[in-house]
């Protein structure tokens, strides 16, 4: 049941222009959120209240710093510094968020199915396990939500020329997924649903000619932002609550060799957010250096695993680190890259009424030569797991909050929001209380899982990342406020199993600055977070089972 007094809320019709492919003539494509048009009096409104989600991609704590609406919903609301992802994976992260539930409760443990020999990952595994009937905007719909999606959706979800679009996915009211073209910025595909069909719009790039504003105007997150302010203008008028998450791009880097423009970097940010003193926001670029990417190129001599007995195991970290000028170089155009989304939530908090959530978070962070690491994602380290997550509206009393939250947690709390009762499959919190109390402590651990990408191969990153992605080995771990314990399989052999053991405090520095497994001093700290790891070893349900209140607790 939902702790807020909640107020009015609603939507109008609205349409826009699909763009067709070449050669296709010009149609009018009816808006989604059409149905919903017709106004309510006053007192027939639904008074549950509307939620707003802004999903970003590969957004790193470092650009936290940069992002005006991230201070503003700071100063408005509840921020969560704890905040961690299940896996530091793009589709296995995303697949948690919409079902509240553990990799290896949705099936879903790598980014892609290797072009569908392995259901192992990205959609495949997603639809094969049965996760679409179990995302939580299912149950949003059948009480009654309008319920929207823009943006990115999952890897594998996927349209190009001569291939049949793919299925529709069930629970959404309106369903504007930008397929994966738009990772480069310019020229790609997205959906639209008509009759609970989906039709394809296509968005060409303007010529290398055209000037910047027309080029800003077809950047995919413009049309995002776009397809998103459409929704919300249609919807906040009318009587019946909505739910919408805005998925965007930024800063995810292009995943082709060359950009779509001559001169495009590898995070492509919109032209006018090129050049200038503030391009990358309330930070000037020339202030963004390794200083802020602590562990940046800390010697890994002392991070390598250890076996159970303390003796040192195979390191696994061992590829060449990222240079300090393309660290640099890439840390600024991830900020100049987030400062549209910037804009766009700063246009949804202007835009949306008193009774509307607005969360704004991540799916995972990002690494650019900390740890003595690469550029990219995967690891257990508070570079890749930690993401923002803040929350503004109706009885969101603003401050700090020292809850450990999960991304499983986000989708009990929509539900919990829009008072619905919790799901027993469900291995999430609701974090509703949290909101209304900064002090309630529940929850002071969270648990991660991660399989090696080797097993699948083909994620879209490789162009850029190489084996950075390939070569971390498949972990389970647990994190608390201020320690992290991975569990590594160091033998990725079929059916051999090495363990290597890595403890990290984080009470006297921000980064993992030495492997402390083997420490005497530590010795009472790993034992208690070895005890958790064996514990969730325990917590094997899947799909649809019920969890278990002993599982739901190892989080305390």
Sequence with gaps: MCL??????????????????????????TSDSAAVAELKPAAARDERPNIVVVLLDDFSMDLVQTMRSVQQMRKAGASYPHSFVTDSLCCVSRSSFFTGQYPHQTGVLTNTSNKGESKLGGWPAYDTNGNP????????????????FVGKFLNEYEWSPGRALPPVVPGWTTFNTVFGSAYDGWDFASTTLVDQRLQLVQHPAPPASASNSAKDKAYAGAVIGDLAMDFLTANEAAGTPYFLEV???APHNRTNPQGHYAGDPLFPPMFRDRSGKRSCGRVACRKLTVDDLPGFADPRKDNRPRLANGKRARAWNTARTLPASAAVRDLRDRARMAQSADRLVRRILETVGPDTYVVLTSDNGFHLGQNGMGRGKGTPYDTDVRVP??????????????????????????????????VPFRSGLSLVPTLADPALVRQSHAFLEHTQQTLTGNDPDAAFSGSELDRIPTYTAVRSRTALLARFDLDPRPGKVTWGYEYYSYKRGKFEKRNAFASRKRAPEVAALMAKL?????????ADQPVSEGCRALRQ
């Design 534 to 542: 064996t514990a969730f070893d325990g917590c094997r349900e899947v």
């Design 133 to 148: 009937e179990r995302a939580f905007n299912v149950r949003l719909q059948e009480a009654g939500y309008q319920t929207g």
């Design 389 to 422: 997550l803040l929350v503004t509206g109706p009885g969101v009393v603003p401050g700090k909050r020292r809850e450990v939250t999960s991304n499983i947690d986000l989708a009990p709390t929509f539900e919990e929001l829009a008072g619905l009762p919790p």
């Design 4 to 29: 807020f007094a909640l107020m009015a809320c609603g939507a109008t019709g609205g349409s826009y222009d699909a763009v067709p492919g070449a050669g296709e003539p010009l149609r009018q494509a």
């Design 247 to 249: 998925a965007l791009y």
